[in-house]
């Protein structure tokens, strides 16, 4: 077999499956979060604007995204944010003490509109006095 057919019959297959899959597109998240404290009230709801690729359905990933840049930093015990795409729960975000976000998701793919913007809402959840206390 000669190096031209063994590529030919490896990376056509491979060039003709990826064509024919739906291109990426980009879409719109329109992004809100709840406030953490009295002084953070002052622009709530904290309005953000995202650009993301069709392709970006891993709820880790777009976990990440969020925690790293756009969520505010804090941690203790029982402190973490719950995500919502489009109004459905697909993430629940805390932050380890180096300050790295530690995604734990609660779906297995995100569904992204193709058609309108998308929002994401991160709901806030404070400790219990009991978590504070660590019983």
């Known amino acids: ?18 064509m024919s899959s739906a291109p990426a597109v980009t879409v719109t998240i329109e992004c809100a979060r709840d ?3 009295m002084g953070d009230d002052c622009n709530a709801p904290k ?14 990933a777009l976990g990440q995204m969020l925690g790293s840049g756009y969520l505010p930093l804090v941690t203790g015990a ?3 944010w719950e995500l919502q795409l489009n109004s ?8 380890a003490s180096e300050g ?6 609660l779906v297995t793919k995100c569904e992204l509109l193709l058609d309108r ?11 219990s006095s009991a978590a504070a206390d660590g019983k």
Do not use: Q, W
Request: aromatic share 6%; net charge positive; hydrophobic share 40%.
């Open 88 to 95: 459905e729960k697909f993430a629940r975000v805390a932050y």
């Open 100 to 105: 790295v976000p530690v995604v734990e998701p």
């Open 35 to 37: 406030s953490v404290c």
């Open 1 to 18: 077999m000669t190096m031209r057919s063994l590529s030919t019959r490896l990376i056509r297959p491979l060039l003709i499956n990826r």
């Open 117 to 127: 913007p998308n929002t994401v809402y991160c709901i806030y959840h404070r400790a």
């Open 78 to 80: 029982g402190l973490s």
């Open 47 to 60: 309005p953000r604007t995202l650009i993301v690729s069709s392709l970006l359905t891993d709820p880790v």
